[in-house]
């Protein structure tokens, strides 16, 4: 068990606490762009299909209602794959301030070694100063990729809400033509 948590220890000793907080925060991130990707993949055309589908079943079509009832199921679908997306926003915005926050930490503490040891003592300074900057970097790091997938998966939302109403209309071409 020692051994699973020995990376832990060592990263916390190297930029502190805040460091191991931007690490669990990174895995709870990457692991709903993993979730919203798979969904994207597996679940989400299932469910544009049975959509489409039902909504092709339909004998009304052309009724303010039925127009009604199509933005409906289409925003519901499209509500389902953003899903966990604002959460992800939500911890790419929290991800630099947690570097800050170690920052912050980290020049206190130089601060305090410089109080307790005196100006000469260069090494505890730059260890100090490390240990500062290693939050902010890892905070950036993380939320730059983060932001990254976030960006690109809203294009993939707006690409297919405009797919599946270019859809639905066609499917309804098709009825007409039929």
């Not at 303010?64 to 953003?82: G, I």
């Not at 690409?159 to 009825?175: G, I, S, T, V, Y």
């Given at each position: 068990?020692?051994?699973?948590?020995?990376?832990?220890?060592?990263?916390?000793?190297?930029?502190?606490?805040?460091?191991?907080?931007?690490?669990?925060?990174?895995?709870?991130?990457?692991?709903?762009?993993v979730e919203r990707?798979?969904?994207?993949?597996?679940?989400?055309r299932r469910d544009?299909?049975?959509?489409?589908?039902?909504?092709?079943?339909?004998?009304?079509?052309?009724?303010?209602?039925?127009?009604?009832?199509?933005?409906?199921?289409?925003?519901?679908?499209?509500?389902?794959?953003?899903?966990?997306?604002?959460?992800?926003?939500?911890?790419?915005?929290?991800?630099?301030?947690?570097?800050?926050?170690?920052?912050?930490?980290?020049?206190?503490?130089?601060?305090?070694?410089?109080?307790?040891?005196?100006?000469?003592?260069?090494?505890?300074?730059?260890?100090?100063?490390?240990?500062?900057?290693?939050?902010?970097?890892?905070?950036?790091?993380?939320?730059?990729?983060?932001?990254?997938?976030?960006?690109h998966f809203e294009?993939?939302?707006?690409?297919?809400?405009?797919?599946?109403?270019?859809?639905?209309?066609?499917?309804?071409?098709?009825?007409?033509?039929?």
């Amino acid at each position: 068990m020692y051994q699973l948590l020995d990376p832990i220890e060592r990263l916390s000793d190297a930029g502190g606490p805040v460091l191991v907080a931007i690490l669990f925060v990174a895995m709870v991130l990457f692991g709903l762009a993993v979730e919203r990707l798979l969904y994207w993949r597996l679940g989400y055309r299932r469910d544009r299909r049975q959509l489409l589908d039902r909504w092709q079943r339909r004998r009304d079509h052309s009724s303010w209602s039925a127009r009604t009832l199509r933005a409906y199921w289409s925003d519901e679908l499209l509500r389902r794959l953003r899903g966990t997306l604002p959460w992800v926003k939500v911890l790419v915005a929290l991800c630099p301030l947690l570097g800050l926050l170690g920052t912050v930490t980290g020049m206190i503490q130089v601060f305090d070694t410089l109080a307790f040891a005196g100006t000469g003592q260069s090494r505890a300074m730059s260890d100090g100063v490390a240990r500062a900057t290693l939050p902010t970097l890892a905070g950036m790091a993380v939320a730059v990729v983060g932001l990254l997938f976030a960006s690109h998966f809203e294009h993939i939302v707006r690409r297919e809400d405009q797919r599946l109403h270019d859809r639905m209309a066609r499917a309804l071409e098709e009825q007409g033509n039929a």
